[in-house]
């Protein structure tokens, strides 16, 4: 879906307590009633918490909800993405939002900048949008649902992605960067690279492929099966070597949701099928097959190294989490990217008309890239496409005005005539922004 940022810097104080009230009222009501966000907001005048909510309606943070008992909002996914953009902001993690670079089934990726210029990617769970035939299979169910489910299950795979990247990064494996994580967004360090569903020609496929394949059995000696290890999330960067002018290709693994142990009751089956996605695509894609057998799951388990699955759950996601969030997608057909559940946001919009009450549907703001598809035709890795993540961050979208900026003293506004006058892209350039 959208992510409409430009109302974000607009908002006030006061504006902010009601969203955050709303928030705090939906952990246990599915329609927070009106005097319930007054009470949390702690808003003296009942004037001012009435403008708040309908300012917030209005952009569709909150959705008024018809044919409930009571007078009630609830929080829209645009609500939500709203906190945690301001948490970012506030933490000085993110300082403006650009493209959207991917649409998943379960999230949205947007490249963002730290205030030094710094390109980051934010990606956005979003664990209750289905299909539109899910949803209409589940229609009953999703009638009768908590509200607050998807918001906390988005916010678990979330934390459970970050928690994952840091323990990995922490033992040297090629994942991007965490940098923070609120609510249901993660935050992490932009991959200048290409999922490797879209190469389709590599020099030396033998040794990426036995690169990707070490990289499974490394994760079992580590006590973790990816379980989504497939051409989506595997980017793949093109690195020369200045010195001998050889290109060796890095790959940098993402997406982490569905990340399972060594000890889970399927362990084998996951780990059988990130080896055969791989050995798959290897021969579809660069016509390449290995003689060699396995590697077995079996055999990667003998000597363990360490156990990353154990220390995950003893830190910030609990065995509990992991359980409630499994279940969850089990129960939604989350079956990773190369899964069977269908991808259409568009479907899902027009028909479901629960959705449409709540969700922004603006289009003027970010584009919405349809997911990587296979390429057209046949291109050398150096023949990729033009626009790289890196060049998408074009137009960047500043969160935040702050009223405590010093203002720079006259002699600094006033225009040195002396000197060429330079354009803004170029100043820009020079101040060190992503542009
Ligand atoms: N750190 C990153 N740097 C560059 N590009 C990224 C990064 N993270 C994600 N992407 C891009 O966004 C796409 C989708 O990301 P990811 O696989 O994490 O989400 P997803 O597939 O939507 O997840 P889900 O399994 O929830 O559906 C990737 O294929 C890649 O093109
Ligand atoms: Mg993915």
């Known amino acids: 879906m959208k992510l409409n940022v430009k109302n974000i810097r607009y908002l006030g104080s006061d504006d902010w307590r009601v969203l955050t009230a709303t928030e705090q009222g939906s952990r246990n009501h599915e329609v927070v009633p009106t005097p319930l966000i007054a009470q949390l907001a702690s808003i003296r005048s009942g004037s001012g918490v009435n ?3 309908s300012n917030l309606a209005k952009i569709n943070l909150i959705a008024k909800v018809k044919n409930a008992k009571y007078d009630g909002y609830r929080l829209t996914y645009g609500g939500l993405d709203y906190l945690a953009l301001h948490s970012h902001t506030k933490a000085s993690t993110i300082f403006s939002v650009g493209n959207q670079i991917g649409v998943g089934k379960e999230s949205d990726i947007f490249v963002c900048a730290a205030e030094t ?18 949803v209409k299979a589940n229609r009953d169910y999703l009638r009768n649902r908590s509200s607050a489910s998807w918001m906390y299950m988005s916010r678990l795979a979330a934390l459970k992605e970050f928690e994952f990247m840091k323990a990995l990064r922490n033992e040297g494996f090629p994942v991007p960067e965490p940098i923070a994580q609120n609510r249901h967004t993660v935050v992490m360090a932009l991959i200048d690279a290409f999922p490797m569903r879209q190469i389709s020609n590599v020099g030396d496929p033998a040794s990426l492929y036995a690169e990707l394949l070490s990289l499974i059995v490394r994760l079992a000696q580590y006590g973790l099966i990816h379980g989504d290890f497939n051409e989506f999330n595997i980017l793949v960067e093109e690195r020369e070597d200045k010195e001998t002018g050889d290109v060796a290709l890095i790959p940098t693994i993402i997406d982490f949701p569905q990340m399972v142990s060594i000890d889970h009751a399927n362990a084998e089956y996951y780990f059988d099928r990130d080896v055969a996605c791989i050995k798959r695509f290897f021969s579809r894609r660069f016509g390449f097959t290995s003689d060699e057998p396995g590697p077995f799951f079996k055999d990667s388990i003998k000597t363990l190294t360490k156990r990353l699955d154990v220390e995950v759950e003893a830190s910030g996601f609990s065995r509990k989490m992991a359980k409630e969030l499994a279940a969850y997608m089990k129960e939604h057909g989350v079956d990773g990217d190369a899964g069977e559940v269908e991808r259409d946001d568009e479907d899902e919009d027009e028909e479901d008309d629960e959705h449409d009450e709540e969700e922004p549907q603006e289009a003027d703001e970010v584009s919405t890239q349809p997911d990587d598809e296979a390429p057209s035709q046949k291109q050398p890795i150096s023949g990729q496409p033009a626009a790289t993540p890196a060049t998408l961050a074009s137009s960047l979208t500043i969160l935040d005005i702050r009223d405590t900026d010093p203002l720079p003293s006259l002699a ?24």
Do not use: M, N
């Open 412 to 435: 600094e506004v006033k225009p040195d005539y002396s000197k060429p006058t330079i354009s803004t892209k170029a100043a820009k350039a020079k101040a060190g922004w992503a542009i």
């Open 117 to 134: 210029g710094r390109q980051l990617v934010l990606k956005i769970h979003r664990l209750g949008r289905i299909s539109f035939r899910t």
């Open 51 to 53: 403008k708040c909510i």
